[in-house]
Structure formats: C-alpha cells, structure tokens
C-alpha cells in the first residue's frame, strides 16, 4: 500500500502504528517522548538496511513538532537516506497523521536523525560500498 504525501511523491511508510490511550497527555494529544521513539525505530530500520548491521542513533537535527498527534490518529512514518559519510549517514525521517476515517493526511513532524554503523564491540565501522 502507498500513501500520498504532500509533496505528491507515492512512497511507502516504513512504519504505521495508532497510538494507545496511555499514549495521551493531559492536553488530549500524543507525548513527543512516544511520537520521537516511533521515528528512531523507523529511522533505525533504514539504517540497518544502508549499513547492513547493527547502527546506533547518534543525534536528531533539526527536529520540530508542526501539529499535534490525536488520538485515533493512524501514525505513517517515512523515512529514507539523506547523506551517507563514511560511518555515518543522515535518515530524514517525516510523521504523516491521517485522520477522519483516512480523509484528511496531517504532516506532524519531521527531523534528521543521525545513525552510525556499529562493529561487533559497539563501536563505529565503515559503511559498505554502494
């Protein structure tokens, strides 16, 4: 199944979760804490594809919450290789909220996560040739 995002590009979501109810705040929307845990494992998956192994996330640039989660939100999380350095590499990662029984797709964030590839010990190893 392919979504539409707002660009217009058809991409598959890598990841598509509802929130529960103990997701909520007080304020009636989805924890950031919940919203950004669902980005790292999306991110992770692609990551672990480009790097082949195990990877860690070792920073989120430019991140932003645009408009809350609700809810009985359905959560598509897309994300896909942005740069690639020699142990590293940039997964831009986007959260669509489709609401109103699959009527109306809300972006609600989006950031860069940074992951590097993880050795046997833990520790940074070169990605694989393209």
């Known amino acids: 199944m392919t979504d539409n995002n707002p660009s217009g590009a ?38 672990a594809r480009v790097a082949q192994g195990p990877t860690a996330t070792v920073a989120i640039e430019a991140m932003e919450f645009i408009a809350p989660i609700l809810l009985r939100d359905i959560i598509s999380v897309y994300a896909h290789l942005e740069r690639r350095g020699r142990t590293s590499m940039g997964i831009r990662i ?7 029984r699959g009527q109306e ?16 010990n833990h520790r940074p190893r070169a990605l694989p040739p393209v």
């Open 10 to 47: 058809t991409r598959d979501p890598i990841l598509r979760v509802v929130p529960a109810p103990a997701d909520i705040n007080s304020n009636g929307h989805i924890f950031g804490g919940w919203v950004l845990s669902q980005m790292d494992i999306a991110g992770g998956i692609v990551a």
């Open 94 to 100: 986007e959260v669509i909220a489709t609401r109103g």
């Open 105 to 120: 797709a809300v972006k609600v964030t989006g950031g860069l996560f940074t992951f590097v590839a993880l050795d046997d």
